[in-house]
């Protein structure tokens, strides 16, 4: 739970306590054989009462709607690193398989990469005809299609790592 959530709590329970606390402390006062508040004394009290009450109710509730917001964009941030991660780590991977790591829907995954195009975080390719993400080495790749060693077709192996199937050679890159 985040702090905000937790001070969002905290503030409500000293505004219930607060309008609580001051109405039983009010008829205390005005029970008894001698009462110490009249009427319009315990209206007075309770009025102030409530102002205070909703005054840390109200920024309670605001804290809490801002924790909130706070675990959403983390939960959201954890989602992005870990298909950045993906990517980066494997080197291509269908988005239908992030979707299924994910466990969320592909429609999902792509608002995700378009955040993360957007946000300028993402600079891989994302060929959406075929389903594919590559990660940002695996674009520049493109233009080597063979082995240096057997001149056998490369294939993508990781971040950085071209491996040919034929030879076994890898290149990393840097």
């Given at each position: 739970?985040?702090?905000?959530?937790?001070?969002?709590l905290?503030?409500l329970i000293?505004?219930?306590?607060?309008?609580?606390?001051?109405g039983?402390?009010?008829l205390?006062?005005?029970?008894?054989?001698?009462p110490?508040l009249?009427?319009?004394?315990?209206?007075?009290?309770?009025?102030?009462?409530?102002?205070?009450?909703?005054l840390?109710?109200?920024?309670?509730l605001v804290m809490?709607?801002?924790g909130?917001?706070?675990?959403?964009?983390?939960?959201?941030?954890?989602r992005?690193?870990?298909?950045?991660?993906?990517i980066?780590?494997?080197g291509?991977?269908?988005?239908?398989e992030v979707a299924i790591?994910l466990?969320?829907?592909?429609?999902?995954?792509r608002a995700?990469l378009?955040r993360?195009?957007?946000?300028?975080?993402f600079s891989?390719y994302?060929n959406?005809?075929k389903?594919?993400?590559?990660?940002?080495d695996?674009?520049q790749?493109?233009?080597a299609k063979q082995?240096?060693?057997c001149?056998?077709?490369?294939?993508?192996a990781g971040?950085g790592?071209i491996?040919c199937?034929?030879?076994?050679a890898?290149?990393f890159?840097s």
């Amino acid at each position: 739970m985040s702090s905000a959530k937790i001070i969002g709590l905290v503030l409500l329970i000293i505004g219930l306590f607060v309008f609580v606390g001051a109405g039983a402390w009010g008829l205390a006062q005005m029970s008894g054989e001698s009462p110490a508040l009249d009427s319009a004394a315990f209206i007075l009290l309770m009025v102030i009462a409530g102002f205070f009450a909703l005054l840390f109710a109200g920024v309670g509730l605001v804290m809490l709607r801002q924790g909130t917001k706070e675990t959403i964009d983390q939960a959201e941030a954890a989602r992005q690193r870990k298909i950045l991660d993906m990517i980066a780590t494997r080197g291509e991977i269908k988005i239908s398989e992030v979707a299924i790591e994910l466990q969320t829907r592909t429609e999902d995954i792509r608002a995700i990469l378009e955040r993360l195009v957007g946000l300028g975080i993402f600079s891989g390719y994302i060929n959406w005809d075929k389903d594919m993400l590559y990660s940002a080495d695996a674009g520049q790749l493109r233009d080597a299609k063979q082995c240096l060693n057997c001149g056998g077709d490369v294939k993508l192996a990781g971040k950085g790592v071209i491996q040919c199937p034929w030879c076994g050679a890898e290149y990393f890159l840097s």
